[in-house]
């Protein structure tokens, strides 16, 4: 039997190659069977609460010499701080791109909070979702290992179509990210795992 991982990776494999041969330049992305925006709040979006992160009361200062470039909006144009992605998500915030990548944080109706690093995709992706240039990585601290909720992985899924329509145009804000594993590498030795530059 195939793990969702291996699933959303081979559902990806093959929208990309419907991708290539329409020449749309839309995201590689599973299927959503079943998939439907329940405005009612449905089911928890995080059952037992492993992959929530809590929203920050304020956000930290600034560190200005750790800040390659400011957050890459365009890259999630027409979205802003506030839109609904989908599936009971909202886009809260876009950090700086900062250590290789920036920081999408999305939260639920429920107050729940997420991150998805947005990376460069080197042909070698290892987020549950990519793009042809940018690899939407959630950062659960599983390791890999841990499922995504299927109502954020969906989100998620949302969040690089919207990516997938504006990469090609901003080729400079993508070029400015790391692959995952790049950043690992230089990154997770010098950080400790609840925080530091892998945020």
């Known amino acids: 039997m195939l793990s969702r991982r291996e699933l959303i990776g081979k559902a990806a494999v093959g929208a990309a190659a419907a991708v290539a041969v329409s020449a749309t330049g839309v995201a590689a992305a599973r299927a959503l069977h079943g998939a439907t925006d329940d405005p009612t709040g449905g089911p928890a979006d995080d ?9 920050r009361a304020e956000p930290p200062p600034a560190d200005s010499a750790a800040i390659s470039s400011p957050p890459p909006w365009d890259l999630l144009s027409p979205l802003v701080a506030g839109s609904v992605v989908g599936h009971g998500w909202r886009l809260v915030d876009l950090g ?9 944080t999305l939260q639920n109706r429920r107050g729940r909070a997420h991150r998805v690093h947005l990376c460069r995709n080197d042909g070698k992706p290892q987020g549950i979702i990519y793009t042809r240039r940018v690899d939407l ?26 990516i997938a329509a504006n990469d090609a145009r901003v080729p400079g804000r993508v070029t400015e990210l790391l692959p995952h594993a790049e950043r690992l590498r230089r990154f997770a030795a010098a950080a400790p795992p609840a925080g530091g530059k892998l945020r």
């Open 96 to 104: 700086p791109v900062q250590d290789g990548s920036c920081v999408v």
């Open 137 to 162: 990585v959630v950062m659960n601290e599983g390791y890999g290992d841990l499922p995504t909720e299927e109502r954020l992985a969906q989100a998620v899924a949302k969040l690089a179509h919207v």
């Open 47 to 55: 059952r037992d609460g492993r992959n929530a992160v809590r929203p």
